[in-house]
């Protein structure tokens, strides 16, 4: 069965800083991916996805997130990270179906 | 540009009442699936419907949960006799194909008293 795990429960920091939130996946074969963001009492906006191809993802806001696949990691990065970055993210697979599986989330405070 | 609608947002039902949540696909969308997300935890996998078909359930618990997706109107996640544990986010995604991209409506927030 798969899985996704973001070993961070909780990250805090500085505005201006860069971010890394970290994503690990168990699948037998090269899955889909993708990063959400649920800010507090909002639904979830898609902020980037990987099917294949380029393992270097780009997305909105800024933010971009590298597929791993040595590592079954999809770690999300952003080079400077906004006050109103502060919210809830979640890493997704979907093992070649349509049941996405999500992370426990990852929640982002951003001190000014 | 309307994008996947979720009504009504916030609900609150009396243990034994039933809950009736609804959701209206992006335009152009098919393919219904219903997640539920509790408190501290990610979402999980409830119910793929596409219209007037259900095409998985798996993750539905066995008693007073149901859905549909009718041929016109919205889907609708009915939870009979609610209980305490069923306070919940229910989230709603459509997409064009099952192995599309998922887009979110924004939730119905379910709190039984």
């Known amino acids: 069965a798969q899985s996704v795990t973001q070993p961070d429960i909780h990250i805090t920091v500085s505005e201006g800083a860069s971010l890394e939130l970290r994503c690990n996946y168990s699948?037998?074969?090269?899955?889909?991916l993708f990063w959400y963001v649920q800010s507090p009492g909002q639904g979830l906006q898609l902020l980037l996805k990987y099917f294949s191809g380029d393992t270097l993802v780009q997305g909105i806001k800024g933010f971009e997130a590298e597929f791993k696949r040595s590592q079954s990691s999809f770690n999300l990065r952003k080079p400077s990270v906004h006050w109103s970055d502060a919210a809830e993210y979640f890493c997704?697979?979907?093992?070649?179906?349509?049941?996405?599986?999500f992370g426990k989330g990852t929640k982002l405070s951003v001190i000014p | 540009n309307a994008g996947v609608m979720q009504n009504p947002r916030h609900l609150v039902r009396r243990r034994g009442q039933e809950a009736r949540l609804r959701c209206s696909p992006m335009k152009g969308h098919s393919h219904v699936y219903w997640y539920r997300q509790l408190p501290e935890e990610g979402l999980k996998f409830m119910v793929y419907l596409q219209k007037e078909n259900i095409i998985d359930e798996s993750g539905m618990p066995k008693e007073r949960f149901s859905a549909e997706f009718p041929k016109e109107g919205p889907s609708i996640l009915r939870i009979q006799q609610v209980v305490r544990g069923d306070s919940a986010a229910y989230f709603c995604?459509?997409?064009?194909?099952?192995?599309?991209?998922?887009?979110f409506g924004p939730g119905t927030r379910l709190t039984v008293l």
């Open positions: 997704a697979l979907g093992a070649g179906s349509y049941q996405l599986t």
């Open positions: 995604a459509s997409g064009g194909g099952s192995t599309d991209t998922q887009y």
């Open positions: 699948y037998g074969a090269t899955p889909y």
